[in-house]
């Protein structure tokens, strides 16, 4: 006669004999394990990374705290590193965890930065005439003549976010202050940069690019904004770099033929600069 645990073992091991029977003519095929997904039955789920699938690792070096990535047939391990380079891929820029984002591919842009007038310098001679229209002041500026109608500007420190191998362009905005028709005007940007604490103070500009500007049918007040290109490696030697600093003169010269009539208002200056990077511990 069996005892009690003899009889448990007995009943167990039917089970598990029956068990295995059952489980042996399920239609079970590789990749699949036995279960029940919601709403369904008991039977074999594959494993994969489809719809319905059981995910397993498929990665030997998977670690504590990794994060996990799909492969083609699981996930694998990633670690904050390894996470880190896989977005900066994907952003198109290059993500450095303690100092700064890279941007590469499209995802470069432009902002722009408002130099510094050295307002003294103009209030000191009295030129070029300030005027006002509206709510907007600007400076009136006639074909320069050795007669102080320039305006300096200055920019303490070349932005660390440029990308130091392109040619940054002042932007000028203002408007005539009478109406032109089929006529041009012209302005010019002298401008010179050294690194403090390195470079001595060039005594010249480096280049004196200029823009001139085709007036169609302009009525009194029209706006414009003339673009002047700086060769930023106009020394070879030595190219404009971040944190130098820039100085611009800015004056009217004349045009290559059919002058307007009257004066050129320049209301703001401000430089447009190519970003490669959103953050620069320099």
Request: charged share 20%.
């Amino acid at each position: 006669m069996l005892n009690t645990q003899e009889r448990v073992n007995r009943s167990y091991e039917e089970f598990r004999k029956k068990y295995i029977e059952y489980i042996e003519k399920l239609p079970l095929s590789e990749q699949q394990i036995l279960g029940r997904l919601t709403g369904g039955i008991v039977g074999g789920i594959s494993l994969g990374i489809a719809d319905n699938n059981i995910v397993q690792v498929d990665h030997t070096e998977a670690a504590d705290n990794d994060y996990a990535k799909f492969t083609s047939s699981g996930i694998e391990g990633r670690s904050y590193a390894e996470v880190w380079s896989d977005l900066s891929g994907q952003m198109g820029a290059s993500v450095d965890l303690n100092q700064q984002i890279t941007l590469s591919g499209s995802g470069v842009t432009y902002f722009k930065e408002r130099p510094r007038l050295e307002l003294s310098r103009t209030l000191g001679t009295s030129k070029p005439s300030i005027v006002t229209l509206g709510m907007t002041r600007g400076f009136s500026l006639p074909v320069y003549n050795s007669d102080n109608e320039e305006l300096f500007f200055d920019l303490p420190c070349v932005p660390a976010r440029w990308d130091g191998a392109s040619d940054p362009v002042v932007i000028v905005q203002g408007y005539l202050d009478t109406a032109n028709t089929n006529k041009k005007f012209k302005l010019a940007c002298d401008w010179v940069y050294f690194t403090p604490d390195d470079d001595a103070i060039a005594m010249t500009a480096v280049e004196s690019p200029s823009a001139q500007t085709s007036v169609t049918v302009w009525s009194q007040y029209h706006s414009f904004a003339a673009n002047i290109t700086l060769n930023y490696d106009v020394v070879a030697a030595n190219p404009l770099a971040v944190s130098d600093f820039l100085q611009l003169r800015l004056y009217r010269v004349a045009a290559t033929l059919n002058e307007i009539a009257g004066e050129v208002v320049v209301t703001g200056v401000a430089i447009k600069w190519k970003m490669n990077k959103l953050y620069s511990s320099t």
